[in-house]
């Protein structure tokens, strides 16, 4: 069974950092591209960023470029997302997520994370 | 960046009731597109990819059509665990997009 499993979230001032991380179980990590998707409070889906799977090719939103930074463990199944120069309108909740084709990138996403929650107040 | 278009935003139904939602994009996007169902406090699932294929597992009475720049999910007889809401987002080219999202509420 596929899981993924979001860790790392919690309450951070703006200007601060946070990193978050992802567990893969259940499938060849090392085959998948992987991203970060992200959904404020009562608001829609936003597409953070992605990761191919061998690390080779890495896009972001313009909405965080320079500021986030993902990579990816394939010996330890574990995505990250390092966040800096957090602000207020980057509070919400942060889903790990998996690309639905094997040694592929832009595709669908067919399994997600429970995410978790990042908040930035002061 | 391709912008996506859902309507409508919000949708009164009745169970049994057929149901269509609109996505467009700015731009074509081929069939590159991906229809997910999310409930309140969890994640996105996936019904929808490649514009009309039904992921593994959904039902049958969710189904997609459309290419290039517009397209539709369509519940053909709407059921008391469909109501949620609804987001197409395409995977074209990065940045991928998504709907602003059809929340699909009982009548």
């Known amino acids: 069974e596929v899981q993924l499993v979001e860790s790392g979230g919690g309450l951070v001032k703006p200007g601060g950092s946070l990193r978050l991380s992802c567990a893969a179980s259940?499938?060849?990590?090392?085959?998948?591209?992987m991203n970060w998707v992200r959904q404020a409070p009562g608001k829609g889906l936003e597409w953070v960023s992605s990761?191919?799977?061998?690390?080779?090719?890495?896009y972001y939103a313009d909405s965080v470029k320079g500021r986030f930074t993902i990579s990816r463990d394939n010996a330890k199944n574990s995505l990250y997302l390092q966040m800096n120069s957090l602000r207020a309108e980057d509070t919400a909740v942060y889903y790990c997520a998996r690309d639905g084709v094997e040694m592929a990138t832009n595709t669908e996403i067919d399994y997600w994370g429970q995410g978790t929650l990042v908040t930035v107040s002061s | 960046d391709i912008q996506m278009t859902q309507s409508p935003s919000t949708l009164s139904a009745s169970v049994g009731d057929r149901v269509t939602i609109t996505c467009r994009a700015s731009?074509?996007?081929?069939?590159?597109l991906a229809w997910y169902q999310q409930k309140p406090g969890k994640a996105p699932k996936l019904l929808i990819y490649k514009a009309s294929s039904l992921e593994s597992g959904v039902p049958s009475r969710f189904s997609g059509s459309g290419s290039g720049t517009e397209f539709t999910l369509t519940i053909s007889s709407l059921q008391p665990d469909d109501f949620a809401t609804y987001y197409c987002?395409?995977?074209?080219?990065?940045?991928?997009?998504f709907g602003g999202g059809t929340k699909v509420e009982i009548k």
């Open positions: 990761i191919s799977s061998s690390s080779s090719y890495i």
């Open positions: 259940g499938f060849t990590f090392s085959s998948y591209s």
């Open positions: 731009q074509s996007i081929s069939s590159w």
């Open positions: 987002q395409q995977y074209n080219s990065y940045g991928l997009t």
